[in-house]
């Protein structure tokens, strides 16, 4: 999830109890929440560096206590005072599994079992931004700037109550859990629809649905036959089984491919890619060459890319330069 989700989830849990199990723990438990995205720096080594080191070890169980401890040590050098270490770790872990879950539920997954699996996890059932969840977050913040402003106007002389936003907290953390909850059960629908379906006239090898950006009814569904892949958008809300779909057919083997999967920008493309397309067209800067590229369905198509790799190979098949890119730009 993006670190304003993130932040507004470490900030309720310390509203509700977290931050008081040391001193500093609200900090404390603000940092933890955001610590394993600092892998961020491997964006210095380019965007292949990036993809191959975001959500590593970091995001992973085994160094979820090292995170923990981490971002207690930070607060306690920075702040200068002493802090409850073992409350604080406690809560500082709490902190750095909720951003672990949070990125398991969406569509860019997330490596919890490195060093000993590298396999990408994700449910599936959110995007890396979600407007809903930062609506519920909005309120559960707001809520007790509000609370306070109308309970000043009708107290009347009489003492202010003290409005800490633990209630808020507790029902932004509440209703955010159950909305996860019914988007993994309207993406298991989702799911089963897609597998039910004949496609491209074969039966699906292999389905995905991922979540669209507003509406919680209405997926994008990825099906994989022997042949093509699918892309379709279905309503769970309405008939899903009435959506049509745009095909996207799997060239056939060749050396070009071959050659361009041989990469090092290919081979860690083709570890993060859940549903590779590839695709293979004349390059006419290079008399007899070609471009070769693989796009990842879950972000994108070849009419609107994404996430994808290219290489470029001359009249021999010999790679003369490849790369990565998280989204092309398309001349307008």
Not at 98 to 117: C, E, F, K, M
Not at 259 to 272: K, N, S, V, W
């Amino acid at each position: 999830m993006d670190n304003l989700t993130h932040t507004a989830i470490g900030l309720f849990l310390s509203r509700i109890g977290l931050g008081r199990w040391s001193a500093r723990g609200t900090p404390i438990v603000l940092l933890a929440a955001n610590i394993p995205d600092i892998d961020v720096v491997s964006s210095a080594g380019g965007t292949l560096n990036y993809l191959a080191y975001h959500r590593h070890l970091t995001h992973s169980l085994l160094l979820m206590p090292v995170m923990a401890l981490a971002a207690v040590v930070v607060v306690r050098l920075v702040g200068r005072r002493p802090v409850c270490w073992t409350g604080a770790f406690f809560a500082a872990l709490i902190g750095v599994a909720s951003h672990l879950a949070l990125d398991w539920t969406n569509v860019y997954g997330i490596r919890l079992l490195l060093p000993v699996s590298s396999q990408w996890l994700r449910a599936d059932t959110t995007g890396v931004v979600d407007l809903w969840i930062w609506a519920v977050l909005a309120l559960g913040i707001a809520g007790p700037f509000l609370a306070r402003l109308v309970g000043s106007e009708i107290s009347s002389g009489a003492p202010k109550e003290r409005h800490h936003g633990r209630g808020f907290a507790w029902f932004a953390l509440w209703v955010v859990l159950l909305y996860d909850c019914g988007r993994g059960v309207l993406h298991a629908r989702a799911v089963a629809s897609l597998a039910a379906r004949m496609c491209d006239g074969s039966v699906p090898l292999r389905v995905a649905a991922m979540p669209d950006a507003v509406n919680p009814f209405k997926w994008r569904g990825i099906v994989e036959t022997p042949g093509s892949y699918v892309i379709q958008d279905l309503n769970v809300a309405l008939d899903p089984g009435s959506a049509r779909g745009a095909v996207f057919h799997k060239p056939d083997p060749e050396p070009a491919i071959d050659a361009a999967r041989r990469t090092a920008t290919f081979q860690e493309f083709l570890r993060f890619s859940a549903y590779p397309l590839w695709r293979v067209t004349p390059y006419p800067a290079m008399e007899n060459g070609k471009l070769v590229e693989a796009f990842d369905l879950r972000f994108g198509t070849p009419l609107a890319p994404g996430f994808m790799a290219r290489a470029v190979l001359d009249s021999r098949m010999q790679v003369v330069e490849s790369s990565f890119q998280f989204g092309e730009l398309r001349p307008r």
